[in-house]
C-alpha cells in the first residue's frame, strides 16, 4: 500500500472503537491515512486519538471555515485514491443508496472518482431488514465493494450477521490484488451456469393445460445475479410473465418434456446447473386433438410421469454442480434433505409454498442443505435473495472443485506405485 492515499470515513456504530486500531494497522503497510468522521462517530471515538495515531488533522465538519476556504472537501475527494468507510452504519448506506449529501463524508463519496470500499457493522436484525439489504444492493450494483460484514458475537448480545471485519481483514481485503479482488466482486467468472425456470405446461387438448403457480421470478432473480457474478448464463425457462434479465437469451419451453431435451443439449460444459422450474410431475398420457367437450359429470385424465430433470443431471457421468429447489408445503427439513440424497443433489434450496408465500410472491424465505451444512436466509426480496444464493453457490462450488483437486493429488502416488 505504499503511498496510497486512503480517506477511512468513520460511522456511528459501536464498532468504531476499533478504528484507531486500523489507522494504525494500515498505516503500518505504508498508507496515508485521512480520516473523516461523520457527527455520530464522534461519539464513539475521539478526534485526538484518530489525530495521533493518523498522523492528519482528522476532519468531521463540512462547515468548516478555514478547511473548506478551499474547497476542502473537494480536495479531499480528489486526494483519496480510496474511500473507505467503516464502519458503516444502516444510516450512511441509506445516505449512499439515495446519494444525498447534508455533511462531510457523503458530500465527498460524491465528489470522489476513487473507488469505495464499505465495511458495514450493526445489529442482525438490522442488517437482515430489506430496506438495508436493498441499499446493500444498490451500492454493490454501482460497483461499491462491501467488505463483510462478519457472523458472530455482537455488542447488543445477540449472534448474527453484522459484526464489523476484524481491522487485519478490512486491510488484507483493501490490499488484495485486482485479481483477488475482481474474483470477490465476480465469482463466476468464465464459469457457464444453467438455470431452469418458471413452470411447465402439460396439455390436455388445444387450449386447456395442467400447471402450477410458479411466476419464474426466484429463476429469474438467480440468473440475473450469476450474470452479474460473472457467468455465462443458459435461461431455459417455461411459460412466465416476465422479461428476461437484460445480457440473457433465454430458451423458451412449454412443457417438461421440451424442458428436458433443451437442457440435455445444453448441458455440455456447464459447471453449474440450478434447478428452479416447478417442473409438471405428470403428463397427459393422450392430448386430444381437439377441445374437449362437456358431457357426463365427471371425467378423469390419465396421466404419466415426467422425466426427472433435475436427478438426470446430477447422475450425469461428468456432472455440474447442481442444485436444486424444494417447494413444499409441510416438513421441510425432512422433505428437502430426502430430495437431497436421493437425487443425489450437491445443495438443496427449500422453502415453504402456499397462499401468499413463496410461488409468485415478490419475497422468498428459504432453508438451504447441502451434505455437511446449512444456512437459513430470512425473508428478503427475491433479487437480494438470489444474490446471497449465488454467493453461496459459488463459495460451496469453489470448495468442491478444492476437494477434488486436493483428491487428485492423494492418489496420484497410488496410482504411480501400480504402474
Ligand atoms: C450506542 C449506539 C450504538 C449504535 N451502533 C450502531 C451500529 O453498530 N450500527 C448502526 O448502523 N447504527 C448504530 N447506531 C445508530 C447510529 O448511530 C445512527 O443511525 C446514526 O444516525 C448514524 O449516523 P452516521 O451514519 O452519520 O454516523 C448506534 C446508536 C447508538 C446510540
Redesign the pocket.
Known amino acids: 500500500m505504499n503511498n496510497q492515499k486512503i480517506l477511512l470515513g468513520i460511522?456511528?456504530?459501536?464498532?468504531a472503537y476499533k478504528t484507531p486500531e486500523l489507522v494504525r494497522r494500515l498505516k503500518e503497510r505504508g498508507a496515508d491515512v485521512q480520516v473523516v468522521l461523520?457527527?455520530?462517530?464522534r461519539?464513539?471515538v475521539t478526534e485526538t486519538t484518530l489525530q495521533a495515531v493518523s498522523g492528519r488533522p482528522v476532519r468531521a465538519n463540512l462547515w468548516d471555515k478555514e478547511a473548506e476556504a478551499a474547497m476542502g472537501h473537494i480536495e479531499l475527494a480528489r486526494w483519496a485514491d480510496l474511500v473507505l468507510i467503516a464502519?458503516?452504519?444502516?444510516?450512511?448506506m441509506a445516505?449512499l443508496a439515495s446519494g444525498s449529501a447534508p455533511?462531510l463524508?457523503t458530500t465527498l463519496c460524491l465528489a470522489t472518482e476513487a473507488p469505495i470500499a464499505i465495511a458495514?457493522?450493526?445489529?442482525h436484525v438490522?442488517w437482515s431488514n430489506p430496506a438495508v439489504q436493498e441499499n446493500r444492493e444498490k451500492l454493490t450494483n454501482r460497483g461499491i465493494r462491501i467488505l463483510g460484514p462478519a457472523v458472530g458475537d455482537q455488542?447488543c448480545g445477540e449472534t448474527g450477521p453484522?459484526r464489523m471485519l476484524e481491522p487485519d481483514d478490512i486491510v488484507k481485503a483493501v490490499c488484495a490484488p485486482v485479481a483477488v479482488q475482481n474474483a470477490e466482486q465476480a465469482p463466476l467468472a468464465g464459469k457457464t451456469v444453467m438455470i431452469t425456470a418458471g413452470p411447465t405446461r402439460e396439455a390436455i387438448d388445444p387450449v386447456r393445460f395442467i400447471s402450477n403457480r410458479s411466476s419464474g421470478k426466484m429463476g429469474y432473480a438467480l440468473a440475473d445475479a450469476a450474470s452479474k457474478a460473472g457467468a455465462k448464463v443458459i435461461l431455459i425457462t417455461g411459460p412466465v410473465g416476465i422479461p428476461a434479465p437484460d445480457g440473457i437469451d433465454a430458451l423458451n419451453v412449454e412443457n417438461a418434456k421440451e424442458m428436458y431435451a433443451a437442457v440435455h443439449s445444453n448441458i455440455d460444459n456447464v459447471d453449474i446447473f440450478i434447478g428452479a422450474a416447478a417442473v409438471a410431475d405428470y403428463h397427459a398420457v393422450n392430448i386430444n386433438a381437439e377441445k374437449i367437450k362437456k358431457s357426463d359429470d365427471k371425467m378423469s385424465i390419465e396421466l404419466a410421469r415426467n422425466p426427472d430433470i433435475l436427478s438426470s443431471v446430477a447422475r450425469l457421468q461428468d456432472r455440474p454442480f447442481t442444485a436444486g429447489f424444494a417447494a413444499e408445503t409441510e416438513n421441510l427439513r425432512d422433505y428437502a434433505i430426502g430430495k437431497l440424497e436421493a437425487k443425489n443433489l450437491d445443495m438443496i434450496i427449500a422453502n415453504l409454498v402456499g397462499r401468499n408465500r413463496g410461488f409468485d410472491s415478490d419475497d422468498n424465505t428459504v432453508e438451504v442443505f447441502w451434505r455437511d451444512g446449512e444456512q437459513s436466509f430470512p425473508t428478503t426480496k427475491k433479487s437480494v435473495l438470489a444474490k446471497d444464493l449465488v454467493a453461496l453457490i459459488a463459495r460451496r462450488y469453489r470448495e468442491g472443485q478444492a476437494a477434488e483437486t486436493e483428491n487428485t493429488k492423494t492418489e496420484l502416488p497410488a496410482i504411480m506405485v501400480r504402474d
Open positions: 460511522t456511528g456504530g459501536i464498532a461523520t457527527r455520530s462517530a461519539e464513539f464502519p458503516a452504519t444502516a444510516e450512511i445516505r455533511d463524508l458495514p457493522a450493526m445489529n438490522m455488542a453484522g
